[in-house]
């Protein structure tokens, strides 16, 4: 299994400016990615992130606003630039177990209210 | 257009009953489909993962059952605690992409 932190737990946060979102695994793994959950929703696939090469991004998410880093196989980050009230959203952070179980790990998440 | 649709919404329980939520998909290709638990202010947690060629499979008092003719799977919750209370999520896999259900709200009272 694989253990996942994020940090902030949560954030208030005034429009306008940006936050960014840390994820950090307790094990070395290739492909990390970031959801967002919209109040009363489920998740929403955000981006793919592998170490040593850019974001892939889903449609309907573009880089400017959600820039990931990725520096190495055990954390990345994902900001949330140019904040508006519906960027409102918990941001979960997941990476993939072991291929042979095809099993998936979700961070905590991250609980962010913007005003 | 790949879909995968949860019912009921919503579902309120008493502690010590069963209860079974419906997942329905149109996804496709089909690689495996699985039922995570999320707990209110906490990540999805994977309760079962199904492939193709299994019907049933079962993780203590959950039991999920796929059929993928129908594309349908059901997550059926024996005596109920109130530690089920939660989102249940149906996430159908394609091998490339995953799909995630809306969720069942489940609320087990005492």
């Known amino acids: 299994s694989a253990v996942i932190s994020q940090k902030p737990s949560r954030d208030i946060c005034q429009r306008g400016t940006s936050l960014t979102i840390q994820c950090q695994v307790d094990s070395q793994v290739t492909m990390m990615f970031w959801y967002r959950q919209q109040p009363g929703q489920s998740l929403t696939l955000i981006a793919t992130a592998n170490q040593g090469s850019e974001a892939t991004y889903e449609s309907g998410f573009v880089i400017d606003k959600f820039p990931i880093s990725r520096p190495n196989l055990t954390f990345s980050t994902l900001t949330v630039s140019n904040m508006s009230p519906e960027d409102s959203s918990i941001y979960l952070c997941s990476v993939e177990g072991d291929r042979a179980l095809d099993t998936q790990y979700f961070g905590p998440g991250t609980r962010l209210t913007v005003l | 257009k790949n879909q995968v649709e949860q019912s009921p919404q919503s579902l309120i329980i008493l502690e010590g009953k069963n209860c079974t939520l419906q997942c329905n998909y149109t996804v496709s290709p089909f690689s495996n489909l699985r039922w995570y638990k999320q707990d209110t202010g906490r990540g999805p947690v994977s309760l079962t993962i199904?492939?193709?060629?299994?019907n049933t499979k079962s993780n203590g008092r959950y039991t999920a059952t796929l059929d993928a003719d129908t594309k349908q799977s059901s997550l059926h919750i024996t005596a109920s605690q109130l530690s089920d209370s939660a989102s249940y999520i149906c996430?159908?896999?394609?091998?490339?992409?995953?799909?995630f259900g809306t969720g069942t709200s489940l609320t087990v009272i005492p």
């Open positions: 199904m492939t193709f060629s299994e």
């Open positions: 996430v159908v896999n394609t091998g490339n992409q995953f799909y």
